[in-house]
């Protein structure tokens, strides 16, 4: 039997790309910048397993490609770039690595909020332009966290992950949103709101936790961010397309939202012009799962998602 043909469209941790390449014929791009949509569709005809990340957008032209992929096996959790239907359609499985990321990703969600709670970016930019002139009572005074509520939007892995940091690590009172109460939620006393609205009125932080896609596009609108009280903040490392960033940058212009954290946006690697000017929200490049262990996990969760299709076998982390 020929060997399993693997594209892999970005460099991997090296570890997995040696277990990969130890197992099957792959190619990896090793010119590590974004393939083009041609050149993915290209290799939907010459290979037969596709290992994609959230950089590369698989719609249905991409899909439309070829007919020898047989399995999508995604280095990731959030699977929105990927057109599942089309997929489905055609008779291609999708994967991707839930969990061994949750870890990574709550800790950049506290990080975010600690930035943005503690003016951390400011703070640096000021330093390092030369502009600090000394301690002062009065110099860069931010949130405290400890009794603040988090507002947490989307209750799974990273959701929960995330408030129980806060929770027991800086004592926050956890509210969360969700589409329907969790059982998880008991642990941490928190409290259920069915509607999205309640949740962002009762917020000093908010973060969000959903997948991206259509169900959840623009869930932070102008209307939502109205509905956020006076000098909270907002967080993102779920999906760019989940906020509405000119309604964004209007909130923190107009100091309506203290600040924001965000770590995804729509259309990466652009980030929305508005935010750039402004002090009062801190950017960062998609660093969420960026840490040596999980980049390494996660390579080895897609390797065992193709290892159980070369098999023939039941694959474990299945989306489509
Ligand atoms: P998960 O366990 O599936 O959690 C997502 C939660 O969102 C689920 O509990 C789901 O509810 C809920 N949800 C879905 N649609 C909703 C809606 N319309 N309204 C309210 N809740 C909704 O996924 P996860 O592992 O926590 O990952 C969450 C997302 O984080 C990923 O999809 C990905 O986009 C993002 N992420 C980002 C990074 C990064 O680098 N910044 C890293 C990892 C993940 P049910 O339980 O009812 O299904």
Same mark, same amino acid.
């Given at each position: 039997m020929r060997p399993l043909r693997v594209l892999v469209t970005r460099r991997w941790p090296e570890a997995v790309e040696c277990a990969l390449g130890e197992r099957w014929d792959i190619v990896v791009n090793r010119d590590d910048t974004p393939m083009t949509q041609v050149g993915l569709a290209k290799a939907m005809e010459e290979f037969d397993v596709l290992a994609p990340?959230?950089?590369?957008?698989? @719609?249905e032209e991409v899909i439309a490609?070829?007919?020898?992929?047989?399995?999508?096996? @995604?280095?990731?959790?959030?699977?929105?770039?990927?057109d599942l239907d089309a997929a489905k359609a055609k008779g291609i499985a999708v994967t991707n690595t839930p969990g061994v990321l949750t870890d990574a990703t709550a800790d950049l969600a506290l990080t975010l909020i600690l930035m943005a709670a503690r003016r951390a970016g400011e703070g640096e930019r000021e330093l390092r332009a030369g502009n600090w002139s000394g301690w002062r009572p009065t110099h860069l005074v931010g949130s405290a966290l400890k009794g603040k509520v988090l507002g947490v939007v989307g209750f799974g892995r990273i959701g929960q992950a995330t408030a129980e940091r806060a929770h027991r690590g800086f004592g926050m009172t956890i509210a969360y949103f969700a589409r329907e109460p969790k059982p998880e939620a008991e642990a941490l006393n928190a409290e259920y709101c069915s509607d999205l609205q309640d949740l962002l009125a009762k917020s000093d932080f908010v973060s969000l936790h959903v997948p991206g896609g259509d169900d959840t596009? @623009?869930?932070?609108?102008a209307r939502a961010l109205t509905a956020m009280k006076q000098g909270s903040y907002l967080i993102n490392t779920?999906?760019?397309?989940?906020?509405?960033h000119d309604a964004l940058a209007e909130a923190l212009r107009s100091g309506h939202l203290a600040g924001a954290g965000l770590?995804?946006? *729509?259309?990466? *690697?652009?980030? *929305?012009?508005?935010?750039?000017?402004?002090?009062n929200v801190v950017l960062l490049?998609?660093?969420?799962?960026?840490n040596a262990e999980t980049r390494e996990a996660m390579g080895m969760r897609a390797l065992a998602n193709i290892e159980a299709f070369a098999k023939g076998e039941d694959l474990p982390d299945r989306v489509a």
């Amino acid at each position: 039997m020929r060997p399993l043909r693997v594209l892999v469209t970005r460099r991997w941790p090296e570890a997995v790309e040696c277990a990969l390449g130890e197992r099957w014929d792959i190619v990896v791009n090793r010119d590590d910048t974004p393939m083009t949509q041609v050149g993915l569709a290209k290799a939907m005809e010459e290979f037969d397993v596709l290992a994609p990340t959230v950089s590369d957008r698989i @719609n249905e032209e991409v899909i439309a490609g070829g007919d020898r992929v047989k399995l999508i096996a @995604n280095y990731g959790v959030g699977f929105d770039h990927i057109d599942l239907d089309a997929a489905k359609a055609k008779g291609i499985a999708v994967t991707n690595t839930p969990g061994v990321l949750t870890d990574a990703t709550a800790d950049l969600a506290l990080t975010l909020i600690l930035m943005a709670a503690r003016r951390a970016g400011e703070g640096e930019r000021e330093l390092r332009a030369g502009n600090w002139s000394g301690w002062r009572p009065t110099h860069l005074v931010g949130s405290a966290l400890k009794g603040k509520v988090l507002g947490v939007v989307g209750f799974g892995r990273i959701g929960q992950a995330t408030a129980e940091r806060a929770h027991r690590g800086f004592g926050m009172t956890i509210a969360y949103f969700a589409r329907e109460p969790k059982p998880e939620a008991e642990a941490l006393n928190a409290e259920y709101c069915s509607d999205l609205q309640d949740l962002l009125a009762k917020s000093d932080f908010v973060s969000l936790h959903v997948p991206g896609g259509d169900d959840t596009a @623009n869930l932070i609108d102008a209307r939502a961010l109205t509905a956020m009280k006076q000098g909270s903040y907002l967080i993102n490392t779920a999906r760019g397309g989940v906020v509405d960033h000119d309604a964004l940058a209007e909130a923190l212009r107009s100091g309506h939202l203290a600040g924001a954290g965000l770590d995804v946006y *729509p259309r990466e *690697p652009q980030v *929305p012009e508005a935010l750039l000017g402004l002090e009062n929200v801190v950017l960062l490049p998609h660093l969420g799962s960026a840490n040596a262990e999980t980049r390494e996990a996660m390579g080895m969760r897609a390797l065992a998602n193709i290892e159980a299709f070369a098999k023939g076998e039941d694959l474990p982390d299945r989306v489509a």
